[in-house]
């Protein structure tokens, strides 16, 4: 599913109009309709707590003298406010606005702040407020009688839902330059908003969930967008079927180099997400001391001892993909093992962790072979020459350089994990949560992009594949044993469900 701007859905909404000549009243009815559905399945007492709309001037104000409409067939009066008055309202709202009136719903006009200050106190009163302020062409924040409704707004115990974005948001870039809506759910229309996956504008929508209002989906690619929400739909047909007369040697054969003195785990965890993610063979190679301790953690893999850099690239020419960094150390060895095999290697490969510190302050690039490199902000910023909150303030632009200057697929870890390829098209993960925020992580990650690029998967694929499975497990494995307690261990054991899940998503081929 495509990740639209502003400006995009504005586009995608004319040429839905314009070309393909769907009124846009019906578009209006729709979302209302859909809006209204999509609240009452969420909120089924909504009759009994209370429903407030408030209502702006433009057309996310005529959604939601919509919804009223249709919460009103529903046997649910709901109290609406608007902040213009009628005679100031233009087009398909003013329309909807009419419509609305006919039907029964009582609006009343809150076009000044006196008379928002007669109204407020029984709109906030409601226990739940529908936020139908502001829409996606808003940019530099709310302003004036809108500012002053947001903020009595926030000081409200309400159920918000929001329509389209949190009013107060820039649709375009996320970020937040005044008073904004802080929402318990977002009902965005048509497709997701680039700023639902930004910061700081990504924070104030809470839960959201898209809402299909009938626009084409030639209208929406004709608009441009380059950016795709990861969801089970989009990734599902990514993961090739496995043939009724497979073994092990169609699978692929990955080397792990990993581990060292005192963190063997990084290494084993590395292994057990491979093993997880379908690869056909293993071999671990590690340090002398470590290589005893991975041996005998994880009885499915070979392991060998990484003695130098020839030894590696020896192991390397009869494998299929290499992952490389996870508790390698950053000792002189360490380095020029990194580098060597980095640059001479003849397969796919995945960097991590230790293997990506190598190359602070100096050039990473990918050469004629894929590569995909796995960053934490920190990692990124230091690959960059920036810090860890300059990435995380701008992680798509972050992400899309660090993609250009290196050549390599771009797993940027975080919150709605990015993908980002050279030449800008990237992609943000739906799956994953704050449980996962802790040591081990990243390795598991690290063997199932590894062991996807041994089964042959295109590097761009196997980052997307890897980013969803891998945040799906960890939901898994959180709805089981909770955030605070959650390991990466438990991420591993949740792999299998969570690849049996993606398997039915694609119609269980």
């Not at 390991?487 to 969570?498: F, G, H, N, S």
């Amino acid at each position: 599913m495509r990740i639209v701007t502003g400006d995009q859905m504005r586009a995608a909404d004319r040429d839905a109009i314009e070309r393909l000549g769907i009124p846009g009243i019906l578009l209006m009815e729709q979302a209302g309709r859909a809006v209204s559905d999509a609240l009452l399945e969420d909120r089924p007492d909504a009759g009994r707590v209370g429903v407030a709309i408030l209502c702006g001037r433009g057309n996310n104000g005529g959604d939601g003298f919509v919804i009223a409409r249709h919460l009103r067939a529903r046997g649910i009066d709901a109290m609406v406010v608007s902040l213009a008055a009628a005679s100031d309202l233009r087009g398909d709202a003013a329309l909807a606005h009419e419509t609305a009136i006919d039907a029964g719903v009582r609006v009343v006009e809150a076009a000044d702040a006196a008379s928002w200050a007669k109204a407020r106190e029984r709109a906030l009163e409601r226990g739940i407020v529908v936020d139908a302020l502001l829409g996606t062409g808003v940019s530099g924040g709310a302003r004036g009688l809108v500012a002053e409704v947001i903020a009595d707004l926030a000081r409200s115990p309400a159920f918000v839902a929001a329509v389209d974005l949190p009013s107060g948001v820039d649709a375009n870039t996320g970020e937040v330059a005044g008073p904004a809506v802080r929402a318990d759910v977002t009902y965005t229309l048509c497709r997701p908003k680039l700023a639902l996956v930004l910061e700081p504008a990504a924070s104030l929508a809470g839960r959201w969930r898209v809402l299909d209002i009938g626009i084409p989906d030639e209208a929406v690619d004709a608009a441009g967008s380059e950016l795709e929400w990861l969801d089970a739909a989009a990734v599902a047909p990514l993961l090739p079927p496995r043939p009724p007369d497979a073994h092990k040697g169609r699978f692929g054969h990955l080397l792990i180099v990993a581990g060292s003195r005192g963190k063997s785990g990084a290494a084993v965890l590395c292994a057990r997400g491979a093993l997880r993610a379908g690869v056909g063979l293993v071999t671990v190679a590690t340090t002398r001391d470590a290589q005893p301790l991975v041996a005998t953690q994880q009885a499915e893999v070979m392991t060998e001892v990484a003695s130098s850099a020839s030894t590696a690239l020896k192991l390397l020419s009869t494998r299929d993909a290499i992952a490389i960094g996870p508790g390698l150390g950053t000792s002189g060895a360490a380095r020029t093992l990194v580098t060597t095999l980095l640059a001479k290697r003849k397969v796919p490969a995945v960097a991590d962790a230790d293997a990506l510190n190598v190359f602070e302050g100096k050039r990473l690039r990918a050469g004629k072979l894929p590569l995909v490199i796995t960053p934490h902000p920190g990692e990124a910023a230091r690959l960059l020459g920036t810090t860890a909150a300059a990435v995380q303030a701008d992680r798509l632009g972050a992400a899309r350089r660090l993609a250009d200057a290196t050549g390599a697929v771009v797993l940027l870890k975080g919150r709605h994990t990015l993908v980002a390829e050279p030449g800008g098209a990237a992609a943000f993960n739906s799956t994953g949560n704050p449980g996962m925020a802790t040591a081990g992580m990243g390795d598991v990650l690290t063997g199932v992009l590894g062991a996807l690029l041994a089964r042959g998967i295109p590097a761009r694929d196997a980052a997307r594949l890897a980013a969803y499975v891998h945040g799906d497990a960890g939901d898994r494995a959180a709805k089981v044993r909770g955030q605070e307690g959650l390991i990466a261990t438990d991420a591993v054991d949740a792999l299998p469900a969570a690849w049996l899940a993606l398997r039915e998503a694609g119609g269980g081929s």
